[in-house]
């Protein structure tokens, strides 16, 4: 869900919902992987959405802080990745 969120005295415009904490995991999930040139890290769902757009490899699953399940996390590759 995204808006203005709040009352009169303190209104702040945001983003919350599981889908924007998956994506705060993954954005400081481990950053010692090797990812070449951007790391641009996903969960299982977003890659099923973007299959015929993007290549993409699986880096593996892992237990995100606050996850009942383990999530499944792929690198967008580019052209010139290995």
Not at 9 to 33: C, F, H, M, P, W
Not at 56 to 78: E, S
């Amino acid at each position: 869900m995204t808006g203005s969120l709040g009352s009169r005295q303190r209104l702040n415009y945001t983003t919350i919902g599981d889908t924007v904490n998956i994506a705060a995991r993954l954005e400081s999930y481990d950053k010692s992987l090797n990812a070449g040139i951007c790391r641009i890290l996903i969960a299982e769902e977003t890659d099923e959405n973007i299959q015929d757009k993007f290549p993409t490899q699986l880096i593996g699953t892992v237990q995100l802080k606050g996850r009942k399940q383990p999530v499944k996390i792929y690198q967008i590759r580019y052209n010139d990745s290995p």
